[in-house]
């Protein structure tokens, strides 16, 4: 695969469309004003990551960490892993051209119609749930591909054992579509992939070119109608002088105390994710930018939960390859291949998801003396006796002597669940920092009932069951998200959200009136939790987004190709 980005000295001086980030949104934004026949420059803050060029082992895991904490920030700026330490929350988002789409688990899954019903959302989105958001998702679900685990594909432990779970809980497993591909061959936009190798590592990077990410599909769609794209180039703000914008950046390579560069451009998509969009607009309007007082409000962790069935009394073979070739191994599967759907609850608000994970091979080696002690301090045993005890300990032992292919941890189930929280937590800027608030967020009782779900879940498979150790009493519930979304809330006018239907930012306290030519187009524009994973509805927001940015300008959008046929 051929790389996509240039080199920061062939940047312009002025662009028709800056798009800032690289995600769903804005590969979406770069795609499809592209082949609206666009002067489009992309700018991305991490670096370019080919297949091939992912961490697989625990130093270059550990190389690619950064992590955003009170007390500052460690590691590089370009890292891949981005981590962000928050008093109540923690947030974990991918850093690299791609975005988080490069480390995420592939589910792309629509939200259900009655999330759309909540009044936060602009009545014009609504209305258009049947017709132009349905268009603008099938859209999406045909350039990024996804498909269920196929049932030619070789049987997995983890989903065997998943559906007990699913039977407990009164239900069934079911194979959710993921953007993986499992055959060899270009894809539709001409990029050459090849089947899964089942290998586990999908949260790590694809090092195989199976998993679909927008590094596959909607950005070298882009490039290929003439996009730009350039990366490690972080945009800090933007400004308006003579009826422009002004994009202000630093570079990766600059030295800290350098002086922001600059480009201009009739239109700016900010697209830097829920956490960047907001940094990039609270920093605007701290230099001046009249914005919503809105912005930073209504942030969401999705209602993300993350946990595990510890040492169950049956394999579930969900550690990732890491280090390891494919060849002759065991397979683990995609990250996430089943899940349980216990959205259709007579409350929206009751309703969740529960879906089986991998652990990348990549942090195998710490798993087993984390995992050990964990369960001895937080962990509830669903089974008891002295035989099934020996048993226990004996599989413990073996996953310290001979490591996470072993034992205990070969015995271990991920669980990630997303349920509907109060979208009740605030972004704010301190020492020009981006941090997050939101006392008390663990204690909302949903988080409860799915705790009672993941122990009925676990009891299933004889384990443990170990909570995200941060949401226990001792870290007062804190939670952790790799789903953020809000802070750029659509609204039907300033005093309600940050931006309008079209993503259009609002140039005021008050009103519906909006800034010309600028747009958010990513997960900060959702206003409330989902439900299930957000990738798809994301995709379909910034299709729809696209869609009508480009007939307010009487611009067309060549879809041809890059759509499925009627």
């Given amino acids: 695969m051929n790389r996509l980005s240039s080199p920061l000295d062939n940047l312009k001086p002025h662009y028709t469309v800056v798009v800032a980030g690289s995600g769903y949104g804005g590969s979406i934004a770069a795609s499809r004003l592209a082949r609206a026949g666009q002067s489009v420059c992309l700018l991305e803050r991490g670096r370019e990551i080919l297949p091939g060029e992912y961490p697989n082992s625990q130093p270059e895991a ?42 995420n688990a592939n589910i792309a899954l629509q939200a259900e119609p009655r999330v759309f019903q909540d009044p ?10 049947p017709t132009l ?13 996804p498909v269920p685990y196929p049932d030619t594909f070789p049987s997995l432990l983890k989903l065997e054992a998943f559906e007990k779970s699913a039977q407990r809980l009164g239900t069934h497993c079911m194979r959710p579509p993921i953007n993986v591909t499992f055959q060899d061959g270009p894809n539709h936009a001409g990029v050459e992939q090849k089947a899964c190798t089942l290998c586990g590592d999908c949260v790590t990077g694809c090092n195989y ?49 350098a002086p922001t560069r600059f480009i201009s451009a009739d239109i700016v998509i900010v697209s830097a994710g829920t956490l960047g ?29 993350l946990g595990f069935a510890y040492n169950n009394d049956q394999p579930i073979n969900s550690v990732g390859y890491g280090p390891h070739p494919p060849e002759g191994r065991e397979p683990v599967g995609p990250c996430i291949a089943g899940m349980i759907d216990l959205r259709n609850q007579p ?34 045993d669903t089974d008891t006796g002295f035989f099934d005890k020996a048993n226990e300990f004996a599989r413990e032992t073996d996953s310290l002597v001979r490591g996470p292919y072993h034992g205990a941890v070969h015995n271990t189930m991920t669980f990630l669940v997303m349920c509907h929280d109060d979208a009740g937590g605030q972004m704010y800027l301190d020492d020009d920092r981006l941090r997050i608030a939101w006392p008390g967020v663990g204690s909302q009782p949903i988080f409860e009932k799915v705790n009672q779900r993941l122990i009925e879940a676990t009891a299933a498979l004889g384990g443990t069951y170990v909570p995200n150790p941060t949401w226990t009493d001792l870290f007062q519930h804190h939670l952790t998200t790799v789903h953020p979304l809000g802070g750029c809330a659509m609204g039907e006018s300033a005093e309600l959200g940050v ?20 747009y958010v187009s990513d997960g900060s524009v959702i206003p409330r939790a989902l439900g299930v994973n ?15 940015l480009a007939k307010d300008r009487n611009w067309i959008i060549d879809y041809r190709g890059s759509e499925p046929r009627p």
């Fill in 62 to 103: 550990l190389h690619q960490m950064q992590a955003d904490t009170p007390g500052g920030h460690v590691g590089s700026r370009t890292g891949l892993y981005d981590l962000h330490i928050n008093p109540d929350i923690n947030v974990f988002v991918g850093c690299g051209l791609g975005g988080t789409s490069l480390v």
């Fill in 277 to 305: 969009s907001t940094e990039i607009l609270l920093r605007s309007a701290a230099k001046g930018l009249p914005v919503s007082t809105q912005l930073g409000q209504r942030f969401t962790g999705n209602g993300d939960v």
């Fill in 133 to 145: 958001l349905a268009e603008a998702y099938e859209r999406a679900r045909y350039m990024l591909q």
């Fill in 499 to 518: 931006v309008n239907h079209k993503g259009q930012v609002f140039s005021g306290a008050g009103g519906a009136a909006v800034h010309d030519g600028l």
């Fill in 347 to 380: 409350n929206l608000g009751d309703g969740m998801s529960i879906q089986e994970g991998s652990a990348p091979g990549a942090l195998g080696p710490l798993l087993a003396p984390a995992l050990k002690v964990t369960a001895a301090t937080v962990g509830h």
């Fill in 534 to 548: 957000p990738l798809l509805t994301i995709s379909a927001l910034a299709e729809r987004s696209m869609y009508l």
């Fill in 209 to 257: 070119s199976a998993k679909n990410t927008v590094l596959m599909n909607y950005l070298p769609d882009a490039a290929a109608h003439g996009a730009e794209i350039y990366t490690e180039a972080r945009v800090r703000y933007l400004q308006r002088h003579d009826g422009q914008w002004l994009v202000h950046f630093v570079s990766a390579r600059d030295a800290p105390d």
């Fill in 120 to 129: 936060h959302w602009p009545q014009a989105v609504r209305d258009d749930l």
